[in-house]
Antibody, heavy 116, light 107 residues
Framework: QVQLKESGPGLVQPSQTLSLTCTVA????????VHWVRQPPGKGLEWMGV???????RYNSALKSRLSISKDTSKSQVFLKMNSLQTEDTATYYC??????????WGQGTLVTVSS | DIQMTQSPSSLSASLGDRVTITCRAS??????LTWFQQKPGKSPRRMIY???NLAAGVPSRFSGSRSGSDYSLTISSLESEDVADYHC?????????FGAGTKLELK
């Protein structure tokens, strides 16, 4: 059974760095791409980036200077790091597994609030 | 970046109504179009992929179609459990881009 679960701090101070972990089960990170998507409260979805099964990455150009995605395949974990957080980065952050070039399986999401 | 223009932004319909939501792509995306349903407090659920393919477990009243650069999600007979937000996603080119979403409510 394919599962993804995001974890991380619920509260981050402005200008600090966000670190999130996506722990997966039921598949290998060497076989599938994993994406990160975020959703500000009451707003739409924003694609952030992807880490390919090969380890390569692509990022949303709007976030590229602040965003880094990596993984530890032995631990079945994907990591998101984003620096210089501002209040507009308050959102629910999702990881999702690709299948047939789309996002087929999603984690439950984790709400991150940026506030002092 | 490819822009996905989704309409309407909100929609009020009655039980049993036929409902259609549309996304227009700013560039050719072939059939790399996915529709998601999202209920409050929940993750998006894939409903249609490849523009017209029904995802596993999705009721047959949902369907997807394409006319040129316009992609549509249709619910043939609205049920109460269909009340949700709906999002489209293009996945032919990075960055992937979503439509702005449609809030579907009961009249």
């Amino acid at each position: 059974q394919v599962q993804l679960k995001e974890s991380g701090p619920g509260l981050v101070q402005p200008s600090q760095t966000l670190s999130l972990t996506c722990t997966v089960a039921g598949f290998s990170l060497t076989s599938y791409n994993v994406h990160w998507v975020r959703q500000p409260p009451g707003k739409g979805l924003e694609w952030m980036g992807v880490i390919w099964n090969t380890g390569g990455t692509r990022y949303n150009s709007a976030l590229k200077s602040r965003l880094s995605i990596s993984k530890d395949t032995s631990k079945s974990q994907v990591f998101l790091k984003m620096n210089s957080l501002q209040t507009e980065d308050t959102a629910t952050y999702y990881c999702a597994r690709a299948q047939y070039t789309t996002l087929a399986y999603w984690g439950q999401g984790t709400l991150v609030t940026v506030s002092s | 970046d490819i822009q996905m223009t989704q309409s309407p932004s909100s929609l009020s319909a009655s039980l049993g109504d036929r409902v259609t939501i549309t996304c227009r792509a700013s560039q050719d995306i072939g059939n790399y179009l996915t529709w998601f349903q999202q209920k409050p407090g929940k993750s998006p659920r894939r409903m249609i992929y490849g523009a017209t393919n029904l995802a596993a477990g999705v009721p047959s009243r949902f369907s997807g179609s394409r006319s040129g650069s316009d992609y549509s999600l249709t619910i043939s007979s609205l049920e109460s459990e269909d009340v949700a937000d709906y999002h489209c996603l293009q996945s032919i080119q990075y960055p992937y881009t979503f439509g702005a979403g449609t809030k579907l409510e009961l009249k």
